[in-house]
Structure formats: structure tokens, C-alpha cells
């Protein structure tokens, strides 16, 4: 089967023509993000464009903000203005005369891991991306769960304290401290105990996180993806230390599966997986 991912970001946008389970031919373009809305439109087309095959299947399309499956619309995409009501399922579909299947970035790792990655063997997990913020998305018996405007699994916009929770358990943990994650974590591995207190304070902080989603769903597991889970482990033990202490319920957590994903270009194979998932 032939398949076209595409990853639409505020700064850039990357599609990927997916034969076999393996990118085969890919591109990248700078999104105007600035520009009207069917100028942006246009440059995904370019995007699919240079990697189109007439025998694909289809296009699946991933975005950072809400999507209307209903309507069939793009609604409030982030770092891209003009993108606040784009009915792109039917423009893109027109121009390629193919299906075309959209949802959000989040959504889009979950169930890329489900056909791609560690998600393969289970039913029922979470895809947990951990960055300058925190998404997810649910797998439910083998499904992307997108819930209403595909906004199912924002566990990182449940209030903590007087703010959220991404607040304290994503890459804004460091930022609200004036420090720079990447600089953290280069301290870390050479092992400043200062950088390595801070993670494992982050842990605890990604510990209360899954303790939240445990509650909610109690997945068979929660597969880790974004920059800062690459850090897993500086965190890690102080996240399963967190959730060992103080999670009621130790049966569910012990049967608890944690990952870290380890597929590369996961935005682009993701996207694609949309197309997978409609099968």
C-alpha cells in the first residue's frame, strides 16, 4: 500500500510518500504562516506535490490545533492565523483526487505508534508527547479516539494548582525557570547534580501526569514521544518512584506498560496512519 503523510507545523511542512511501512521519498517547505489562508493551502499542495504517486490510497494529514470531522474543517491551527476555519479535507481531496483524512498532531503519534511503533501490540494505550507542552492521543480497541473537535486526551490542560499540568511536567517546567532544556540536559549527562535534581522533580511532576490518565483510562500503556522524552533517563526512575508512592491502585500500575518511542520521522508516519486507521 501506497500512503502520503503530511505534518503541518508553524514553521514548517513535511510530507512523506510511505510504501511498506518506510518513507520512500519526503519534503520539506517553509510554511507561510503569515499569509492568507489559501496561501498556506498552496504550500501544502507544493509539499504533496513532490511526493505524489497516483497510486496512493490516500492522505492523511496532521496539524496542531482542533479538526472538525464533521464539517471536515481546520479550526484555530496554532502559529498559523489565517488557519482559524479551513474546510482543507475537501480542498486537498479535490486537488488530489483522493481521500484525505485529518486530525491533530497529538492524535496522529498514537496512532502512528499503533502502526508503526511500540503501540503495536496493545488494544488500549496512550501516546504521551512530552515538549514545550504535553498532547496525547487514545488508542481504544486498536482505534484512534478522537473525541469531539478531535480534542480527546488534552491531559496536559487539566488545571494544576492555578495554572495546568504542562506547566509542570513538560519542557515549560524549565522555561518557567529561566533555564534552557537543552542546556539542562546537556549538564545532566555529565553529571551536575543540579541538573539532575531538577529532572528528577520534572519525574515526579510526568508521574502525577500519568496518574491522571491512569485514573481516567487505565491503559495497558503509555508510549512516551517530543523532545523532552529523550530525557527519560534522567526522569524516568523519579516518574515510576513518584507513581510507586503514591498511585492507590498498584495492581493497575504494575501492569502498566511505559515506552519511550523510538521511531524517527513519527510525524510524517503518523499522518499517514490516519489513512491506516479509516481501513
Given at each position: 500500500?501506497k500512503i502520503i503523510?503530511?505534518?503541518?507545523?508553524?514553521?514548517?511542512?513535511?510530507?512523506?510518500?510511505?510504501?511498506?511501512?518506510?518513507?520512500?521519498?519526503?519534503?520539506?517547505?517553509?510554511?507561510?504562516?503569515?499569509?492568507?489562508?489559501?496561501?498556506?493551502?498552496?504550500?501544502?499542495?507544493?509539499?504533496?506535490?513532490?511526493?505524489?504517486?497516483?497510486?496512493?490510497?490516500?492522505?492523511?494529514?496532521?496539524?496542531?490545533?482542533?479538526?472538525?470531522?464533521?464539517?471536515?474543517?481546520?479550526?484555530?491551527?496554532?502559529?498559523?492565523?489565517?488557519?482559524?476555519?479551513?474546510?482543507?479535507?475537501?480542498?486537498?481531496?479535490?486537488?488530489?483526487?483522493?481521500?484525505?483524512?485529518?486530525?491533530?498532531?497529538?492524535?496522529?503519534?498514537?496512532?502512528?505508534?499503533?502502526?508503526?511503533?511500540?503501540?503495536?501490540?496493545?488494544?488500549?494505550?496512550?501516546?504521551?508527547?512530552?515538549?514545550?507542552?504535553?498532547?496525547?492521543?487514545?488508542?481504544?480497541?486498536?482505534?484512534?479516539y478522537s473525541g469531539?473537535?478531535?480534542?480527546?486526551?488534552?491531559?496536559?490542560?487539566?488545571?494544576?494548582?492555578?495554572?495546568?499540568?504542562?506547566?509542570?511536567?513538560?519542557?515549560?517546567?524549565?522555561?518557567?525557570?529561566?533555564?534552557?532544556?537543552?542546556?539542562?540536559?546537556?549538564?545532566?549527562?555529565?553529571?551536575?547534580?543540579?541538573?539532575?535534581?531538577?529532572?528528577?522533580?520534572?519525574?515526579?511532576?510526568?508521574?502525577?501526569?500519568?496518574?491522571?490518565?491512569?485514573?481516567?483510562?487505565?491503559?495497558?500503556?503509555?508510549?512516551?514521544?517530543?523532545?523532552?522524552?529523550?530525557?527519560?533517563?534522567?526522569?524516568?526512575?523519579?516518574?515510576?518512584?513518584?507513581?510507586?508512592?503514591?498511585?492507590?491502585?498498584?495492581r493497575l500500575y504494575?501492569?502498566?506498560?511505559?515506552?519511550?518511542?523510538?521511531?524517527?520521522?513519527?510525524?510524517?508516519?503518523?499522518?499517514?496512519?490516519?489513512?491506516?486507521?479509516?481501513?
Open positions: 500500500m503523510g503530511v505534518d503541518v507545523g508553524g514553521t514548517k511542512i513535511s510530507a512523506g510518500l510511505v510504501v511498506d511501512n518506510k518513507i520512500v521519498r519526503q519534503s520539506t517547505i517553509d510554511t507561510p504562516f503569515d499569509r492568507p489562508q489559501l496561501e498556506v493551502v498552496n504550500a501544502l499542495y507544493q509539499a504533496v506535490d513532490e511526493v505524489f504517486d497516483a497510486d496512493v490510497t490516500g492522505i492523511g494529514i496532521g496539524v496542531p490545533g482542533l479538526v472538525d470531522l464533521d464539517e471536515k474543517r481546520v479550526i484555530d491551527v496554532v502559529n498559523i492565523p489565517s488557519w482559524d476555519s479551513v474546510p482543507l479535507f475537501d480542498l486537498v481531496s479535490d486537488y488530489f483526487n483522493k481521500p484525505v483524512f485529518v486530525n491533530n498532531d497529538a492524535n496522529c503519534f498514537a496512532v502512528g505508534e499503533k502502526y508503526f511503533g511500540k503501540g503495536k501490540p496493545f488494544n488500549n494505550f496512550v501516546g504521551l508527547t512530552i515538549g514545550t507542552g504535553m498532547g496525547a492521543g487514545i488508542i481504544i480497541h486498536g482505534h484512534l469531539r473537535l478531535c480534542g480527546a486526551g488534552e491531559f496536559g490542560s487539566i488545571f494544576q494548582k492555578d495554572r495546568n499540568v504542562e506547566a509542570f511536567a513538560s519542557g515549560q517546567f524549565f522555561k518557567d525557570k529561566g533555564l534552557d532544556g537543552k542546556v539542562i540536559y546537556k549538564r545532566a549527562s555529565i553529571g551536575d547534580p543540579v541538573a539532575l535534581r531538577l529532572f528528577e522533580e520534572l519525574g515526579a511532576h510526568i508521574g502525577r501526569a500519568i496518574s491522571n490518565i491512569l485514573f481516567a483510562l487505565a491503559p495497558e500503556a503509555i508510549i512516551l514521544g517530543g523532545s523532552v522524552s529523550e530525557s527519560y533517563k534522567y526522569f524516568g526512575d523519579a516518574m515510576h518512584e513518584f507513581l510507586e508512592e503514591n498511585f492507590p491502585y498498584q504494575n501492569q502498566l506498560v511505559i515506552e519511550v518511542s523510538n521511531v524517527e520521522n513519527m510525524a510524517i508516519l503518523g499522518a499517514s496512519s490516519l489513512v491506516l486507521d479509516a481501513q
